[in-house]
């Protein structure tokens, strides 16, 4: 188990690192050819498919690995609408709408100068004033210093500053660690007493700008390391993402970033796997004092009642939050038991994500699509007609999320995963895009319990607060 909070001796990553490849290449072959098969039910006409690999419906931007032909346009094949792209360096971004759940989207090419011409309306745009930048789009306005600090995010729709007054974000700071014991285990409490601000910037530049993404690139020094962020902000999104990517030579510091937002609430919550956790905000008693450091895995929240700031991220499972400011652990650099620990390259990617509501406002869904982006490859069908397309699986919930389809491991039908995910029960129906024989409720070991009505490919049963349930489905053959 110390390979996952990074607490093994130095040889034993290298061995993690010789096996994660492996199963990262197997991975890959198994979905490459799950995903060609799939294209074989799609139109003839079809030239790239969009998976929606999630189980939240809606806007998604996917990456196609690869340039489109200067005189092409993507159309959707499923009502004959024009795709809004842009090109990026290594690929083509592509917009798919109405998305639905664990679903399939045709996409053809047809040439440009057609009768079907793509709209953008984005207001997305990004400039430099002096030695500030402005990132803007139709919902929010962020500026950034000549530190490559944020000095501003205003929400739009909501009509507010998102960040504390008189405050920065994006704040990168280095706090010396050097904890009483277990150097890779422990973040002991007496780090905040020595902390310098990363402020050496080489360079700010505007790398992108088109109708759906705009980028600005912030190149750091921080003694012998270096640190390069590419901030994005996407059409019609009030997600800024900071892609980072860290050449990290330091020890006994650690590295965090830091945003003060502009709410006030006693708890902060933290997604975890089929669910989340709340922790304080104050370090009013010695239980709130000692639990400074907080695991959470896509998303940590801050929200008031009607409004609040979730802080997303890919691959970094450690915040703090304190009063008003979020912050989240990137790098730790301890030196026993393994001397070299964390030094060379990191990669990694965080967002800022302002919304109406609490985090059952939009912040779920938008931690899945940061970490299971839109799927898009060019394909190839050899059908001459096209099968009905459907959501593979739906539930009619939106506190309840799909997290599992796969195979049943004694090879009897399909299993499906799904949570509970915001503290409340009741009745679920989960519908299926294919033929339902029969539906078994399971154990965790796929043990049958309770078979379920079937009726018209929909199955219904209760759910608790956080609860996980495993169905076993058995297509219609």
């Known amino acids: 188990h110390d390979i996952l909070p990074g607490s093994s001796i130095g040889p034993v990553y290298a061995d993690s690192q010789r096996d994660h490849q492996q199963i990262r290449e197997l991975g890959e072959q198994v979905r490459e050819e799950a995903l060609a ?17 999630v189980s939240f419906a809606g806007r998604r931007i996917g990456i196609l690995p690869a340039e489109l032909a200067p005189n092409k346009q993507l159309v959707d094949l499923r009502h004959r609408t024009p795709l809004i792209t842009q090109a990026i360096d290594g690929g083509t971004l592509i917009e798919v709408d109405a998305l639905a759940p664990y679903s399939l989207v045709p996409i053809g090419e047809v040439a440009q100068g057609n009768s079907l011409s793509p709209v953008s309306n984005s207001a997305l ?87 759906l993404r705009i980028a600005l690139r912030i190149h750091r020094r921080y003694r012998s390391s270096v640190i390069v962020q590419t901030m994005y902000l996407y059409r019609d999104s009030k997600r800024l993402d900071f892609d980072t990517w860290v050449d990290w030579h330091e020890q006994h510091l650690l590295l965090k970033v830091a945003f003060p937002v502009n709410i006030l609430s006693p708890v902060a919550t933290f997604d975890i ?31 008031e009642g009607d409004y609040g700031v979730a802080l997303l991220n ?64 060019r394909v190839q069908t050899s059908r001459t007609s096209a099968a009905p397309l459907a959501s593979l699986v739906t539930v009619d919930a939106p ?18 995963r799904l949570y509970e995910n915001e503290r409340a029960r009741g009745r679920v129906g989960l519908h299926t895009g294919f033929p339902l024989q029969t539906a078994y409720l399971c154990n965790l070991l796929e043990v049958n319990d309770l078979e379920l009505a079937v009726l018209e490919n929909e199955v219904h049963f209760e759910i608790t607060p956080y609860q996980i349930v495993t169905l076993r489905l058995v297509p219609r053959p």
């Open 37 to 53: 098969a799939l294209a074989q039910i799609l139109p003839p006409q079809t030239a790239l498919m969009a998976v929606n690999p």
């Open 125 to 211: 745009a990004v400039s430099q004033e002096g030695d500030r930048h402005i990132l803007e789009n139709a919902l929010l306005r962020v500026e950034v210093d000549r530190f490559g600090h944020i000095t501003a995010v205003f929400d739009k729709e909501a009509g507010r500053e998102v960040l504390a007054p008189g405050m920065v974000a994006n704040t990168l700071l280095a706090f010396e660690d050097r904890p009483m014991n277990f150097d890779a285990w422990d973040i002991d409490i007496f780090y905040e007493d020595r902390s310098e601000t990363i402020t050496q910037v080489e360079n700010i530049s505007i790398t992108e700008t088109g109708p």
């Open 273 to 303: 796997q089929w669910g989340n956790v709340q922790r304080p905000t104050h370090r009013n008693t010695s239980w709130d004092w000692a639990r400074f450091e907080t695991c959470g895995h896509k998303w940590a929240d801050l929200s």
């Open 314 to 377: 890919d691959c970094k499972y450690g915040y703090d939050v304190h009063d008003n400011v979020m912050r989240l652990t990137l790098i730790k650099s301890a030196t026993s038991p393994d001397p070299d620990a964390d030094q060379g390259e990191h990669v990694m990617t965080y967002s800022l994500l302002p919304h109406q509501g609490d985090w059952r406002t939009g912040v779920v869904p938008a931690g899945y699509d940061l970490n299971d982006p839109l799927i898009v490859r």
């Open 399 to 416: 506190n309840v999320v799909i997290e599992t389809i796969k195979q049943a491991e004694d090879t009897g039908g399909i299993i499906v």
